[in-house]
């Protein structure tokens, strides 16, 4: 068997609903090879339609780490996915030279390639008063603590994402410190190959995929999957694109048309957001998700 210095990792990135389960799972199959998921919702096993996990049968043809691994009830963070997709790496590797990892959610992607720098500990009440917080004021609220307490990230980070901006307010008030002065920029050296290839179509067809699997998700039952998690809905991993428009509707807040058209524009912009964040990764080659053979090129140079 080949040294680990000689063993690959392919990277599959890209926005959501570009296909990226598909094009990994035909890589997967040609290198006789198994795929490690860097999805921070696909995780979960209360989560299925609204996530877009892979069916059954694409789990049944290629085996698929970190899908329905977690409960949402357990706090799972990019450092946790960090370590445990190292782990994962080290023991698939005795059996395969390369392995595929897939996924949209870049932190994960960054804490595999490059490692992240240690952020302490938050006080669980300070998170749960925040999203209270949150769900009371709403995304404005949240933009004026940023900007009151951690101008250094209302500058530069990601203002229109809830989730960022909730862990930078709890680790200001936790620690004092902007979040931004924990990411010292000191990349990790792995010990095996890093090819990242990242997906992209043109927006008007992305923009089509996004709408026909909404519109798909939501005869596939949907709805049901979200009233099953009334319990729940404070949980952090419910607040994301496809859930929280849902029991908004449930509580009466919006009728049931608006909120699928809002969870279309609200996954549009998330698929955006996605885009600025992989395109400012110069490593990473693109491609169409048809060019599978050009692929497959790229991986054997």
Not at 36 to 45: E, L, P, T, V, Y
Not at 48 to 67: C, D, M, Q, W, Y
Not at 194 to 220: Q, T
Request: charged content about 25%.
């Amino acid at each position: 068997m080949a040294s680990v210095a000689n063993k690959k990792v392919i990277v599959i990135a890209g926005p959501t609903a570009v296909g990226k389960t598909s094009v990994a799972i035909q890589l997967a199959e040609h290198f006789k090879t198994t795929i490690i998921s860097a999805d921070s919702r696909q995780c979960f096993k209360e989560l299925n339609i609204g996530v877009a996990r892979p069916s059954e049968e694409e789990l049944h043809t290629i085996k698929h780490h970190f899908i329905a691994s977690h409960s949402i009830q357990e706090e799972i963070t990019a450092f946790d996915f960090e370590k445990y997709a190292l782990q994962k790496a080290e023991d698939l590797f005795k059996v395969h030279d390369v392995i595929v990892m897939v996924g949209g959610t870049g932190l994960y992607i960054k804490a595999f390639c490059e490692g992240l720098d240690s952020i302490p500990a938050v006080d669980p009440v300070i998170r749960e008063h925040i999203i209270k917080e949150y769900e009371a004021k709403g995304i404005e609220w949240l933009q004026q603590q940023i900007q009151e307490k951690d101008a250094d990230f209302f500058a530069v980070g990601e203002i229109q994402n809830p989730q960022r901006m909730m862990r930078a307010l709890e680790v200001v008030e936790s620690t004092g410190q902007s979040i931004l002065s924990f990411r010292k920029g000191e990349k990790a050296e792995r010990d095996f190959n890093i090819i990242k290839i990242g997906l992209e179509l043109p927006k008007e067809e992305l923009h089509r995929n996004i709408h026909s699997r909404v519109d798909a998700m939501m005869e596939a039952g949907q709805l049901n999957e979200v009233k099953q998690l009334i319990p729940y809905k404070s949980l952090n991993a419910l607040q994301t694109v496809g859930y929280a428009e849902l029991f908004e509707y449930l509580e009466s807040k919006a009728s049931l048309a608006d909120a699928i058209e809002r969870i279309k524009i609200n996954t549009r912009q998330y698929a955006k957001r996605q885009m600025t964040w992989f395109k400012k990764d110069g490593a990473i080659k693109w491609f169409h998700p048809s060019q599978v053979k050009e692929m497959i090129e790229l991986t054997l140079k």
